[in-house]
């Protein structure tokens, strides 16, 4: 269904963010390619079950996430690697500030310049380390299409999302191959990653670990008791009820953030699914309500 979110200040739509709800097994007849981005992430740690990783179920929740680089996500990484012998400089995914604020401040006091580890795929790279380690493949050029590893994790994620048709890959932020599929392959996909309790389990138990200081995919699991959920870039939120074995998949047009997470909330909310509260409000820095946000589905 098509979505369109609205911020109203005082009667006049000042701004509007439009884009697209897609539920598990109700076909929409959209069969238009997106990029997974970081909604791969649970799909490629499946390959870590199958290879049998020697993996705490913290450590199958950093990889399969998006962490926002906080001392707890650094110790967890920083450890798997030490248990396979594996360089963290051999991390390829490259270098930004943590998505944390507060681990910002941190660093900044201390004069500390982040690293590769630090960032918000390290623990995705970890995990492609890992199995590289495990199958004797080259380390230095994981991340390369042509390499073993990426093969074998493109296979993957096609089984998954029961692709039939070929569709444009590209280089994701963090520098590895990354795939594109219509909404329902990725729902598909999510749908299939519940046979892997070992990454279920890891999701529920370790939130915080999984995402982190502002992260919607920790809220919606803290907040919840049935579902597990993953954003990407590109304004993507995946959403599973692994009790009811049904999801839904939100994507916002312009990449909005904040649209994102409005559009997200309110369909768990709608669907019965949670009741996670949201301000929709506009306010003055005195906080006087000015506005509100409102979201439209058709």
Not at 35 to 50: E, G, I, T
Request: charged share 25%; with cysteine; hydrophobic share 35%.
């Amino acid at each position: 269904m098509n979505s369109r979110i609205e911020y109203i200040r005082d009667g006049l739509v000042e701004e509007f963010h439009e884009g697209f709800i897609e539920r598990l097994g109700i076909p929409s007849g959209d069969e238009t390619p997106y990029y997974l981005r970081s909604c791969a992430k649970p799909l490629q740690a499946s390959l870590l079950v199958d290879y049998g990783a020697d993996f705490e179920e913290d450590e199958f929740a950093l990889v399969c996430g998006s962490h926002a680089g906080e001392e707890c996500h650094i110790e967890i990484a920083r450890r798997i690697l030490k248990r396979y012998n594996i360089d963290e400089a051999l991390l390829k995914c490259g270098v930004h500030a943590p998505l944390s604020r507060s681990m910002q401040d941190k660093m900044l006091l201390r004069s500390e310049k982040a690293k590769a580890i630090h960032n918000n795929c390290s623990g995705k790279h970890v995990g492609f380390l890992v199995l590289c380690k495990i199958n004797g493949w080259d380390l230095e050029t994981y991340y390369k299409r042509e390499h073993p590893l990426q093969k074998t994790v493109k296979n993957k994620i096609n089984e998954l999302c029961e692709i039939k048709n070929i569709y444009p890959e590209t280089t994701d932020g963090c520098g590895v191959p990354i795939l594109s599929m219509p909404l329902h392959n990725m729902l598909t996909g999510f749908k299939n990653l519940l046979q892997y309790e070992k990454i279920i389990k890891s999701i529920r138990h370790y939130p915080y670990i999984f995402g982190g200081e502002g992260r919607i995919e920790t809220e919606i699991v803290q907040k919840t008791e049935n579902l597990i959920a993953k954003a990407g870039a590109g304004g993507l939120c995946i959403v599973m009820n692994i009790k009811e074995k049904d999801g839904f998949a939100v994507k916002i047009n312009d990449c909005s953030m904040e649209a994102r997470r409005f559009a997200t909330l309110n369909m768990i909310n709608k669907l019965g699914w949670g009741n996670i509260e949201y301000d929709n409000k506009i306010k003055t820095i005195q906080g006087k309500t000015v506005g509100e946000i409102k979201i439209y589905e058709n």
